[in-house]
């Protein structure tokens, strides 16, 4: 199991040329921040639809659910 801060360092090694860099660019530095928030979207979209559909799944099966969110 990978954390998302490591998967975010996989993402850049693979994706960007880093070998050699001391600083890096504002361009790459805004590219790469835009990559990475694209990515994490992806992410917390399907946790925001498993949780949505979750508690209304609950709330139908006893409506005492529903009063508790």
Known sequence: MTTGAYRAVEFIKSEYQTEGVEKASVEDSKKVVRDLHKNAQKGMFNI?????FSTLA??????????AI
């Open 48 to 52: 925001f639809l498993t949780s949505s």
């Open 58 to 67: 609950f709330a139908f099966l006893e409506p005492f659910f529903l009063s």
